[in-house]
């Protein structure tokens, strides 16, 4: 049995192997006795893309030591030479409590001088890289340069942040997303989220070198042996699209589809936030939480859903899904925290192993 003592915002907490006991102080609004509470060790690998999955992955963290954090990279971006991850940075800063939870990316308190110099003397700058965030790109390209994996780097960013999660690239090759739009062509992700705002029409979506490259050995064993994979809730086509169409992944995922738990990214038809509603309208799916239960049914069995979805309960259950209702937005601690124990509650229910 194991005895950790951790601190997450303020708020301390003793685990052991079968339960966490909060002990901290009132810290943000808290209430001191809402933090006496029971929550069980158990072993979660989270599929995580961008802004959305970093406030459960944080909740889960602050409540289970042994996770695993399967990043997308999909929309990694060479930029002026530099190697940008964002998805595995918002992870690393995020569980570094050093993201800026108001963007949802980058470094909090960051400038952006560099980027100014960069435009005055006519270089693009379209793309926000901070000032702090770029110490992160510059080192991880130079590693990349001297012949590691992104795998390695990714571990050696987690190690000097003190982060305990692992936090695994779905795939150490490059993959890219690109969409595809009816004015401008075929754009790299980030030049159409962020260069042109994400306003032209897509027609399509696809995730280059996926077919053709092979999944993280790591993150595969990941999926194999804990107790639940979780899908966080991100977006579906440009943020799981890419590790899912990843064949090893994928099938990996379908081998363990009895304890592969998935949380809606959507409310009432609606994104929490970002374009998932126009990439899942481009590829011919129903964006609704029955749209992304039907994108995810071969590989999940158990789908959490808004409340305000209540609706589609009966529909999801006819894609052999148990379906639960909880509040699912995360706008603040309290709500992360809240999420993550429904969670690992349900993991507990239904250990396989
Ligand atoms: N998102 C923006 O909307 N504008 C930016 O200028 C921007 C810069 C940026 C730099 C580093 C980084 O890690 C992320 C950045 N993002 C920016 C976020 C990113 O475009 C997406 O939100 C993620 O790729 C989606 O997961």
């Given at each position: 049995m194991f005895k950790q003592t951790s601190q997450w915002e303020g708020l301390s907490y003793t685990s052991n192997s079968s339960s966490i006991v909060y002990e901290g102080s009132a810290v943000g609004g808290y209430n001191k006795n809402a933090y006496l509470l029971q929550c069980y060790l158990t072993i979660i690998t989270v599929l995580a893309g961008g802004t959305g999955s970093i406030k459960l992955v944080r909740g889960l963290a602050a409540m289970e030591k042994d996770i695993s954090v399967i990043c997308n990279v999909g929309d990694n971006i060479w930029i002026h030479n530099l190697?940008?991850?964002?998805?595995?940075?918002?992870?690393?800063?995020?569980?570094?409590?050093?993201?800026?939870?108001?963007?949802?990316?980058?470094?909090?308190?960051?400038?952006?001088?560099?980027?100014?110099?960069?435009?005055?003397?006519?270089?693009?700058?379209?793309?926000?890289?901070?000032?702090?965030?770029?110490?992160?790109?510059?080192?991880?390209?130079?590693?990349?340069?001297?012949?590691?994996?992104?795998?390695?780097?990714?571990?050696?960013?987690?190690?000097?942040?003190?982060?305990?999660?692992?936090?695994?690239?779905?795939?150490?090759?490059?993959?890219?997303?690109?969409?595809?739009?009816?004015?401008?062509?075929?754009?790299?992700?980030?030049?159409?989220?962020?260069?042109?705002?994400?306003?032209?029409?897509?027609?399509?979506?696809?995730?280059?070198?996926?077919?053709?490259?092979?999944?993280?050995?790591?993150?595969?064993?990941?999926?194999?042996?804990?107790?639940?994979?979780?899908?966080?809730?991100?977006?579906?086509?440009?943020?799981?699209?890419?590790?899912?169409?990843?064949?090893?992944?994928?099938?990996?995922?379908?081998?363990?589809?009895?304890?592969?738990?998935?949380?809606?990214?959507?409310?009432?038809g609606k994104a929490v936030s970002g374009p998932a509603v126009k990439y899942m309208k481009a590829l011919g799916l129903q964006a609704s939480s029955f749209g992304v239960a039907k994108y995810y049914h071969d590989f999940v069995s158990k789908f959490i859903i808004s409340k305000g979805d209540h609706r589609m309960k009966l529909q999801i259950e006819t894609l052999d899904m148990q379906v639960y209702e909880t509040n699912i937005t995360m706008k603040t601690k309290r709500d992360e925290l809240s999420l993550s124990r429904r969670l690992l509650r349900l993991v507990e229910k239904n250990k396989i192993k």
């Amino acid at each position: 049995m194991f005895k950790q003592t951790s601190q997450w915002e303020g708020l301390s907490y003793t685990s052991n192997s079968s339960s966490i006991v909060y002990e901290g102080s009132a810290v943000g609004g808290y209430n001191k006795n809402a933090y006496l509470l029971q929550c069980y060790l158990t072993i979660i690998t989270v599929l995580a893309g961008g802004t959305g999955s970093i406030k459960l992955v944080r909740g889960l963290a602050a409540m289970e030591k042994d996770i695993s954090v399967i990043c997308n990279v999909g929309d990694n971006i060479w930029i002026h030479n530099l190697y940008v991850c964002p998805d595995i940075d918002t992870i690393i800063y995020g569980l570094a409590n050093i993201l800026d939870q108001k963007r949802g990316w980058g470094i909090k308190g960051d400038s952006f001088h560099c980027l100014a110099q960069l435009k005055k003397i006519g270089a693009s700058a379209w793309f926000g890289l901070g000032d702090r965030d770029l110490a992160m790109h510059l080192l991880r390209t130079s590693m990349l340069k001297e012949g590691k994996s992104l795998s390695e780097i990714t571990n050696f960013f987690r190690d000097c942040y003190s982060i305990s999660a692992q936090i695994i690239p779905a795939t150490d090759r490059e993959v890219m997303t690109t969409i595809v739009t009816s004015t401008l062509g075929e754009l790299h992700l980030q030049e159409f989220w962020v260069r042109h705002k994400g306003r032209p029409k897509v027609t399509g979506v696809r995730y280059e070198n996926a077919s053709s490259v092979t999944a993280n050995p790591a993150a595969l064993d990941a999926i194999e042996r804990c107790h639940a994979v979780v899908i966080a809730p991100a977006n579906p086509v440009s943020s799981i699209g890419p590790m899912i169409a990843l064949t090893d992944l994928r099938k990996a995922l379908v081998r363990n589809r009895d304890k592969v738990i998935a949380i809606s990214p959507l409310i009432g038809g609606k994104a929490v936030s970002g374009p998932a509603v126009k990439y899942m309208k481009a590829l011919g799916l129903q964006a609704s939480s029955f749209g992304v239960a039907k994108y995810y049914h071969d590989f999940v069995s158990k789908f959490i859903i808004s409340k305000g979805d209540h609706r589609m309960k009966l529909q999801i259950e006819t894609l052999d899904m148990q379906v639960y209702e909880t509040n699912i937005t995360m706008k603040t601690k309290r709500d992360e925290l809240s999420l993550s124990r429904r969670l690992l509650r349900l993991v507990e229910k239904n250990k396989i192993k």
